[in-house]
């Protein structure tokens, strides 16, 4: 049997202007008016602020806030709350209310249909290049359940020579191991050394 505590919760809507039968022109709602509704699904660290710098990326680039579910009675692995957030927005901007929260330090763990529990950093260092680099990271997205946000490639003594390439991978909670695994896999059949894990994202 399933049974769960009841959890202490804070619903804040956001009031929408009433439209009346008049004004109704029959659009779907997620998309009446060029934008569409989304949900992310945040990590916050329990302290005074928190939730108004997360709330003011979404704002600042375009987007328009339909409610918030601030669950303060659940607490994640990693001590954090969960907070969910439906907002609404051109589809073009999404992605970028998505990096400005990455960027705000903010921690994403759904964005949209995207559910992410976690960010890990590895170096890829050899031939990157004459490996074909592009290549090497599709192999990584496609076997893998990462999405990678963010590269660096340091290549001092030239392309032709031995470089190297951080990335900072977004993964499902619990994948590390796996991802990991198939990383040092991609590395062996293309001669690169793999530098694992640096865990966090901020390594």
Known sequence: MDVRKPVPEVRTMVDEPAVSDEEDTGDDPE???GVQAYTVRLEL???PGELLRALSPIAENGGNLLSIHHERGNITPRGHIPVEVDLECPPDRFEDIVEALRDAGVNVIQAGADR?????NVVLVGHLVDTDLSHTLNRIQDETSAAVLDLSLSAPEGTDNISSA???????SGDADDTLETIRSIGADKELTVVEPLLGGDA
Do not use: K, Q
């Open 31 to 33: 998309t009446d008016g």
């Open 45 to 47: 660290v329990d302290e």
């Open 116 to 120: 992410y529990g976690e960010e890990i």
């Open 166 to 172: 951080r990335l900072r991978l977004a993964i499902d």
